[in-house]
């Protein structure tokens, strides 16, 4: 089959697309013939060699499948060949065919294409997971996301407004993203390079209440005005250190507000854990996707072949919502 391969590790003279074997499914596993899948930061960390797939998963890039069901591994019921899916992969989704546990599954609702099939599973189920399943956002609260023209940020912006349309979004962004997050649902909107301390806008807009929750891929840089804007029992979800790792924290302030900090990663959780993650997610915000309230918002459509120039959009932040790569016709 046909995938995209690494030339060891490093930058995008690593990429290259080439022939391998088919993979077969085992036991609870199906194959998936992939017709497009998406482009997440995590894949270019594993381009780098620093976030290898878990143990027993593809050494392929590609943490989602969109397709059609090709081959059912023993003991797997409730799924036929033919059947349009898609599914989490723990790696394998840039190329022709890929492997997922059954319970990992989700139909493709007949109102989705292919393409924007393959923007649902790491985004949408990474934002479901963190702001509602673990930061148990409700409506009515307040949430700060950060990084709003991100896929799983635009993805959680629309979740909120989908599932609690009365909750409040404060969305820190790039200056020249800043109108686009408005768009797709923010209520505040707040430009990082202009403020990267934003505790004061956010006492301001909250009237020194703070927020409810927050979820942050940035780290360090950000601990110290996060815990500073979140309320009494408020919860820090950080589901990425883009700006590093090490920073102080109040531990008194933490205290005395009750706030929680939760780190959170999806991919390398146990696979009955993913299952019923895609359970909740399928129940909740799935039919959301099927009626159309939420459409995922794709950027460019990129051939496998592309998949060098995919990867250098994202690397150059030049991307609003999801890449995509095309894999089958």
């Known amino acids: 089959m046909k995938a995209v391969l ?18 077969r499914p085992a036991e609870g596993q199906v194959l998936v013939k992939v017709m497009a899948t998406s482009v997440n930061r995590p894949d270019l960390v594993q381009r780098e060699g620093k976030y290898p797939p878990p143990p027993g998963d593809s050494e392929i890039l590609g943490l989602e499948a969109a397709g059609v069901v090709d081959e059912l591994g023993s003991g797997v019921s409730g799924w036929k060949v033919g059947d349009r899916v898609i599914s989490l992969v723990g790696g394998g989704g ?10 990992h599954l989700m139909p493709i609702p007949d109102s989705m294409s292919f393409e924007e099939a393959a923007c649902v599973c790491e985004s949408y189920i990474t934002a479901f997971l963190n702001i509602f399943m673990i930061g148990e956002f409700r409506d009515g609260q307040t949430a700060i996301l950060h990084g709003g ?16 349309p009365n909750s409040k979004l404060i969305v820190t962004a790039a200056p020249e993203k ?30 020194k209440k703070g927020v ?23 919860k820090l ?22 706030q929680s900090i939760i ?37 460019k459509v990129f051939t496998i072949d592309q998949v060098v120039d995919a990867h250098r959009m994202m690397e150059e932040d030049k991307h609003f919502g999801k890449i ?5 016709k």
């Open 94 to 103: 840039y190329a022709e065919y890929a492997v997922a546990y059954a319970n």
């Open 149 to 164: 023209g991100g896929g799983v940020n635009t993805a959680g912006i629309q979740l909120c407004r989908a599932l609690t």
């Open 237 to 258: 979800v950080i589901i990425g250190v883009t700006s590093g790792i090490k920073a102080e924290l109040n531990l008194a302030l933490m205290m005395v507000k009750r």
């Open 178 to 207: 800043l109108e686009r997050v408005k768009e797709v649902g923010a209520d505040l909107v707040i430009d990082f390079k202009e403020t990267p301390d934003f505790t004061e806008i956010v006492k301001e807009y909250t009237y």
């Open 6 to 23: 690494l030339e060891g590790f490093g930058g995008l003279e690593v990429l290259r697309v080439g022939e391998v074997d088919k993979p």
């Open 263 to 299: 780190g959170s990663v999806l991919r390398s959780r146990p696979v009955s854990e993913k299952g019923e993650i895609v359970t909740e997610f399928t129940r909740r915000a799935l039919p959301k996707l099927a009626d159309r309230t939420i459409v995922p918002i794709i950027e």
């Open 212 to 234: 409810d929750l927050i979820l942050d891929h940035i780290g360090a840089k950000y601990l110290a005005p996060n815990m500073n804007s979140l309320a009494y029992k408020g």
């Open 324 to 328: 995509v790569l095309k894999i089958g």
